[in-house]
DNA sequence: GTCTATAGGTGGATAGAC
DNA sequence: GTCTATCCACCTATAGAC
């Protein structure tokens, strides 16, 4: 009972992370969204940046679901291939949230947060180990550091390119999702 | 005099845009930093939203002084390049005012100053040009729309690598540049 | 745990004197 | 055009009854 009101309560979050970003995005909306008052949401999370953090979370647990079903035996670089694109599909859904990455008392909380650090950091060796693998079988660029090919990716989930493509209106989501996952591996050069 | 005033105005909101972005960036801050009455800045500029424009039609004039003294005669996709990396190079620096791309009023005001319009449509037509025969001489990929790599450009302006990099601090800005501007013509994806 | 009501603070914008 | 002083709307967070 608790558990899937709470479960409202991030979903709500996630939604207006995505649509308006942290900043703009108010606890009375939340609230109304939910259809509970403001005063009960702060019995759930202590403050704006927790509420935050719980949506990051949630979008993280996504991602593991995603990537605990990849199969063990493909390509790396396949399964690194199929993240970016998971990751594209959630926010040209409009289902991705962001955070403004400058934001102290946003980021004091996060780091404070064992839940969002410590999927983080699974993330993050899963994909690293993936990275490591790829470029050692040379499916990956092995002169790049693999952290910066981490953060690569982890940018794409908040690449303006997406929105930019999506606003001009000439292409559906399907075409945008292939251009920026090929300009992302294989790059504007011709081949 | 009226002129340096106003330019030492835009100057502050494009430090403060780059630093902590439009929302966080309040106009009070903005007056701190000139050293005027906040009243005295709406005598200048009517709104928030028309100080952030006049931070990026400068910006782009910038732009425009640099694309101005690329070679002629060079490659397109030189030219390109040599563009990215100068955005990069400014956003580097800490000085790229950033947006948000969601926030309407902010939208609207833009759309209606010619100002800003007119120098996005000069660069665009002018990078466009450049993409087009760069493709046409197939140095850069003739699959993908000619649109699509110019707004691949302008996300390089804001892309979050460059601060997920920055924030590691493993990397000096020159090598954070090389790399981005690497993964961007060149790909992930080993040679 | 939910509500109403409100505290407490901040930020964009303006009035009006000089 | 610059200032001081202020308005007013909004936002995060909390008090306190039920």
Redesign the pocket.
Known sequence: M?QV?EDAIVHAVNRLLAEKGFDA????EVAAQV??????L???F????DLAAAAMVRVMRRAQDFISELPADAAPVENLRAVVRWVLQVKLAGDMPTLPSQNSSLRATLMGNPDYMDGLMEISDQLGGWIEAAQARNELSPTLPAIAILYTFYARACDSVVEFLQMGGLFPDEQIMEMVLTTCFEGLNAR
Chains 1, 2 share one sequence.
């Open positions: 608790l009101r995005m108010t606890v009375d259809g509970i008052a403001k005063a009960s702060y019995k759930h202590p403050s704006k940046e």
